[in-house]
């Protein structure tokens, strides 16, 4: 994948990653603010399109070194993920609108 679609790949997934989430909730809230909202947002997509370069370009024994040290910050704590209701949802209309069948 050429490194311009890993990019938007990235910036996609992030959008998406925050979209009805807790921290746009707070940016509501005025909790956090614009500059802290564009930072967290840079962040998540660099370190997002970090990870697909990786797994996507790199060489399958530099992802596998990659993904040994990302392993060493498992959450143990958090909860196992689920299918995100908001992401399907989306996902349904899109397939149900009548340009999503060009």
Same mark, same amino acid.
């Given at each position: 994948m050429e490194d311009q679609n890993i990019k938007k790949l990235a910036l996609i997934l992030s959008a998406?990653? /925050?979209?009805?989430?807790? /921290?746009? %909730?707070?940016?509501?809230?005025g909790q956090i603010n614009d500059q802290q909202i564009n930072q $967290?947002?840079?962040e998540m997509s660099?370190?997002? @399109?970090? $990870?697909?370069? @990786?797994?996507l370009q790199? *060489?399958?024994e530099e992802y596998t070194v990659m993904m040994?040290?990302?392993a060493k910050h498992y *959450? %143990?704590?958090w909860e196992q993920p689920e299918l995100s209701q908001v992401i399907l949802q989306q996902q349904?209309?899109?397939?149900?609108?009548?340009s999503a069948h060009h």
């Open positions: 998406n990653c /925050i979209r009805e989430s807790a /921290i746009e %909730e707070c940016q509501k809230k $967290f947002n840079k660099d370190r997002l @399109y970090t $990870f697909l370069t @990786y797994l790199k *060489p399958a040994e040290a990302l *959450p %143990e704590s349904s209309q899109a397939s149900s609108s009548p």
